[in-house]
T-cell receptor, first 112, second 112 residues
Framework: SQQGEEDPQALSIQEGENATMNCSYKTSINNLQWYRQNSGRGLVHLILIRSNEREKHSGRLRVTLDTSKKSSSLLITASRAADTASYFCATDPKTSYDKVIFGPGTSLSVIP | NAGVTQTPKFQVLKTGQSMTLQCAQDMNHEYMSWYRQDPGMGLRLIHYSVGAGITDQGEVPNGYNVSRSTTEDFPLRLLSAAPSQTSVYFC???????????FGPGTRLLVL
């Protein structure tokens, strides 16, 4: 079963617009991470937010976490063509036997 | 630092053949993982290791074997390749469990 699921599956926006992606998960977590993957490349870590945090910023990225709704959002402001990539959320369940679980990802296309 | 390196970048196998995917990291990370990535399914954990001499199974371990004789290296062995193992394989490492993972560039495997 999918612990983390991103929404939407695909997103296409114009350069300069903001892009918002959401991640929903099922069980309590220690932390949630967002990763970016450019086509044909490995994943690159963007930001980690812990269960006791509600919002984190990193440059043009803003991540929020709502543990009551079991959801997170990633906002990319003033998008650029170079932001075109797939974005994955990864959740770290609190249960000791579960390891980090990745969602299927959101494919973002930023049109110049 | 080279970070996480993987070899080969691309491999074609025939059904029944065996091979080893190599992974090495030079960041002195204790935690290493192997994932496979298939279209629309995100990354699925195959095996992981929390330190030299210690390995454990992930979500999809069948058909794969791992060992961790040193902190730096974490090879993944396919015992008898099957077409269902056609995928892109990523190795990742982190300083500790539940923390930021650093990914290698991936190995694209095609089993005929």
């Amino acid at each position: 079963s999918q612990q983390g699921e991103e929404d939407p599956q695909a997103l296409s926006i114009q350069e300069g617009e903001n892009a918002t992606m959401n991640c929903s998960y099922k069980t309590s977590i220690n932390n949630l991470q967002w990763y970016r993957q450019n086509s044909g490349r490995g994943l690159v870590h963007l930001i980690l937010i812990r269960s006791n945090e509600r919002e984190k910023h990193s440059g043009r990225l803003r991540v929020t976490l709502d543990t009551s709704k079991k959801s997170s959002s990633l906002l990319i402001t003033a998008s650029r063509a170079a932001d075109t990539a797939s974005y994955f959320c990864a959740t770290d369940p609190k249960t000791s036997y579960d390891k980090v679980i990745f969602g299927p990802g959101t494919s973002l296309s930023v049109i110049p | 630092n080279a970070g996480v390196t993987q070899t080969p970048k691309f491999q074609v196998l025939k059904t029944g053949q065996s091979m080893t995917l190599q992974c090495a990291q030079d960041m002195n990370h204790e935690y290493m993982s192997w994932y496979r990535q298939d279209p629309g399914m995100g990354l699925r954990l195959i095996h992981y290791s929390v330190g030299a001499g210690i390995t454990d199974q992930g979500e999809v371990p069948n058909g794969y074997n791992v060992s961790r004789s040193t902190t730096e290296d974490f090879p993944l062995r396919l015992l008898s390749a099957a077409p269902s193992q056609t995928s892109v394989y990523f190795c990742a490492s982190s300083l500790r469990d539940q923390e930021t993972q650093y990914f290698g560039p991936g190995t694209r495997l095609l089993v005929l």
